[in-house]
């Protein structure tokens, strides 16, 4: 089992910035990938960034450069940069794990951004 505890998260306004974090414990050597997800009301969980299994990042489209997802493997914790941001990158933010798809998933930080 994997187990993620996301924070971080909190209300900036528009144009701040958020660091968000990802602490990873159990076992760790099965994860393959790891990311982060975001829900907002009334809308279907999307990706915003993750690292593939060959170590190389994605992200989602709409985040053109605004946000920057890293690691630090000494302390086992994932963390999502979050610059520019806008009301419409209010959500709840989830971090996820898996060997070949998303089976874990955390809880989940609450991001609002005010206009």
């Known amino acids: 089992q994997v187990q993620l505890v996301e924070s971080g998260g909190g209300l900036v306004q528009a144009g701040g910035s958020l660091r968000l974090s990802c602490a990873v414990s159990?076992?760790?050597?099965?994860?393959?990938?790891m990311g982060w997800h975001r829900q907002a009301p009334g809308k279907q969980r999307e990706l915003v960034a993750a690292?593939?299994?060959?170590?190389?990042?994605n992200y989602a489209d709409w985040v053109k450069g605004r946000f920057t997802i890293s690691r630090d493997n000494a302390k086992n914790t994932v963390y999502l940069q979050m610059n520019s941001l806008k009301p419409e990158d209010t959500a709840v933010y989830y971090c996820?794990?898996?060997?070949?798809?998303?089976?874990?998933w955390g809880k989940g930080t609450l991001v609002t951004i005010s206009s």
């Open positions: 690292f593939t299994s060959g170590g190389s990042t």
């Open positions: 996820s794990a898996g060997k070949v798809r998303w089976d874990y």
């Open positions: 159990g076992s760790i050597f099965s994860i393959n990938v």
